[in-house]
Each structure stands twice: as structure tokens, then as C-alpha cells.
């Protein structure tokens, strides 16, 4: 890219989103990397990557639960470097919910991370991201279509977080594209077994499980190669989603 253009990645510390970070870092991205408590991770990536490319990484502290903060917060990540050309929606929260003992901090938990704070943070980082005809991008779940039994919450939030890509690629076209990726089985969540991790693989049509580069190398292609999609989901999960 001659321009480096800059991502801010909502808890990008762990997981899915410190690969992703990396690799959009590799192809020239500057990075803003967010993170609520894991501040000692975010520096570390931060300082990683800044050892190879100079003033090319910050970091950015905010609860996402806090969505008054959010113009501010865009303000501070619009001024690292005087853009912002692609917001990636990946903070997540993923838990268990009983049907019946549900409570209500677990529904605004859920609910905030998932689909609440994607939203606000669209809406304020929008007229920047509009300068630069730039992208939104969410990490949903192939359980937005097919409920993850136990998940209710979880998966409703979820299926609300791809409407939202939908409806905000048809409110913020044709300056912004606004599209998703739903992942399958890619990291494993602490509940399952062995045995649940040989059925799910069971289940996808290429027999193994995804890595979290898979999902990086889709955010890569939706934000520099596809220019003419928008309002997407783009599924990564070994054809599984088609397997009853």
C-alpha cells in the first residue's frame, strides 16, 4: 500500500484477534489495538510489532460496555494517525446460559459485547471512516443462523450483529463497505471435550478444525480485495454450517 492505512480491532489481544493483527500488520496495516483488562498482552503485541515496522502499532484502553466514551475513543484513535479506514468489530463475550436461570446482567453482557457496542462504535467512527471509503467489519458466528443449544443469549446476539451488517451496509453505502465473517470450529471453547471437538469435526465437510489465520486471511480479502460486496457474511468453517 503507498497509504497505511489504519485498523482499530476491538479485543485485539488474544485469540482471533492478535492474528489478525499480525497479519494485517504483515501486509501493511497500521494497527489500533483496543483491549478492556489485558494490558499487559496489548503492549507486548504492540512492542512486537513495532520492532518491525516503527510507529506502526498503538494501543487503546475502553470498556465497550461504556458507549458514551465512544466518540471520544474514535477522536483519540483517529489522531495516532490522522485516519481511520477500517473498524473490525471482534470483542466477544461467549458463555453458557441456562434457559430459566438467565439473568440480566448476562443478557446486557452478552447482547453489549455482541451486538450494543459494534453498533455505537459504527455510528462514531463512521463519518471518519467515510473520508476514505473504508470498510466495517464484524466477527459474527454460523450459530447466528443455527442456535448453539445452552447459548440462547449468545447466539441471538449474534444473529442481531449480522442484521446490523446488513442493515448498516445500506445505510452507509456507497462510501462504506459493511460486511462479516462467521467462523466454525477454530478455537475450541473451555467447555468442550474431546469427544465434542471429534463431533464438530465430524460434521464439517474438509475433516479438520480452522485456525485463527484462516479468519484473518477473510478480513484481509474483504477490506483490500472485495470491492464490490457489501452487506456479506462470509462463512469460514470447513463447509460445516451445510452439514445437518
Not at 32 to 39: D, T, W
Not at 119 to 142: C, M, R, T, W, Y
Not at 154 to 166: D, E, R
Not at 175 to 202: C, F, M, Q, T
Request: avoid cysteine; hydrophobic fraction near 45%; aromatic fraction near 6%.
Amino acid at each position: 500500500m503507498d497509504i497505511e492505512k489504519v485498523v482499530l480491532i476491538t479485543g485485539a489481544a488474544h485469540r482471533v484477534g492478535a492474528v489478525t493483527t499480525r497479519i494485517l500488520h504483515q501486509h501493511g496495516y497500521n494497527i489500533v489495538i483496543h483491549y478492556r483488562g489485558s494490558a499487559d498482552a496489548a503492549l507486548e503485541l504492540a512492542k512486537e510489532l513495532n520492532a518491525i515496522r516503527t510507529n506502526s502499532v498503538q494501543t487503546i484502553q475502553a470498556d465497550l460496555h461504556d458507549t458514551k466514551q465512544f466518540n471520544t475513543l474514535i477522536e483519540q484513535v483517529v489522531n495516532f494517525w490522522g485516519r481511520l479506514d477500517v473498524l473490525l468489530n471482534n470483542a466477544s463475550s461467549f458463555y453458557e446460559t441456562a434457559f430459566g436461570q438467565i439473568t440480566e446482567a448476562q443478557w446486557d453482557d452478552l447482547i453489549g459485547t455482541n451486538m450494543k457496542a459494534p453498533f455505537f462504535l459504527s455510528q462514531a467512527a463512521a463519518p471518519h471512516i467515510k473520508k476514505h471509503h473504508g470498510n466495517i467489519v464484524s466477527i459474527v458466528d454460523i450459530h447466528a443462523e443455527r442456535p448453539l443449544k445452552g447459548f440462547p443469549v449468545y447466539s441471538m446476539a449474534k444473529a442481531g450483529l449480522v442484521m446490523l451488517t446488513k442493515a448498516l451496509a445500506g445505510e452507509l453505502g456507497p462510501e462504506i463497505r459493511v460486511n462479516a465473517v462467521a467462523p466454525g470450529a477454530i478455537l475450541w471453547p473451555e467447555h468442550i471435550n474431546d469427544e465434542g471437538k471429534l463431533k464438530i469435526i465430524s460434521r464439517t465437510f474438509l475433516k479438520r478444525k480452522g485456525e485463527p489465520e484462516d479468519i484473518a486471511k477473510a478480513i484481509l480479502y474483504l477490506i483490500g480485495e472485495a470491492d464490490y460486496m457489501t452487506g456479506q457474511v462470509l462463512t469460514v468453517d470447513g463447509g460445516r454450517s451445510l452439514n445437518s
